[in-house]
């Protein structure tokens, strides 16, 4: 009904109301680092089972999970639906911004304090491919420093993030908009129409650093999960996160996913970009159908 990624072979333990749960495939010392226990799920808009394309895309969204020794990174993408109408993929443009910011990650090719990097030497990457790539996407990094503790994050758009602490948001991301239902995003467009198509640069991405405590909540999706279910919501689905144990992460994103979906279809629920579009002097009401993207982290000690 539904498609689920999990990433990681290693780690964890992390404290979650207080008790210590332990990952039984984990082993070895910890020394103190941090990492990220991270599973994904998502439905496409066009594909009411939850089916996952190839690359990890759930309709026009995009994402990734990358480790390198430094830090554990996360990304998601959401591509402009539009460039449907002239006969353009939008998933490939989110595809494979995403599938490049894996590779420079798992290349060592950033700094973990730096993501706005990562996506800028992504987009970069694009505009020179030798194949025209046309599309556009909003996009959020999220990347780990194991050793200092310390979470940096790159929001371009309405995609975002949310830190979740004892039951409460501590961090989220700002949703950056040009005009209502108008996000912040990046684009490669025909040299006919440069000057006509929205682009943004990766350097207009707000950039945030805060440390993290083990145990920490960490969800990162598209405005698809965001446009659907308000925070108080999303709060009452991981209550029910007990541990740190993939399958428990699994269950819960997966959730999550399911619940904004549900959502999404329903026409007389009052979402959260129905409001929106009222308060923008726009008569709309019913949950928004949309790609839904969501990862779903914790961070925990992190074991080799």
Known sequence: MFSVLSYGRLVARAVL?????????????GGGDYGLVTAGCGFGKDFRKGLLKKGACYGDDACFVARHRSADVLGVADGVGGWRDYGVDPSQFSGTLMRTCERLVKEGRFVPSNPIGILTTSYCELLQNKVPLLGNSTACIVVLDRTSHRLHTANLGDSGFLVVRG????????????YFNTPFQLSIAPPE?????????????????????????????TDGLFDNMPDYMILQELKKLKNSNYESIQQTARS????????????NYMSPFAQFACDNGLNVRGGKPDDITVLLSIVAEYTD
């Open 256 to 267: 999550i996913a399911e619940q904004a979906h549900e959502l999404a279809y329903d026409p």
């Open 167 to 178: 039951g409460e948001v501590v961090h989220r991301s700002d949703e950056q908009q040009h």
């Open 193 to 221: 129409a440069e000057g006509v198509v929205l682009s943004d640069s990766p350097d207009a991405a707000d950039s945030t650093s805060f440390d993290v405590q083990l145990g920490d909540i960490i969800l990162t999706a």
């Open 17 to 29: 109301g207080g008790l210590s749960q332990t990952d039984p495939r984990a082993g070895g010392s």
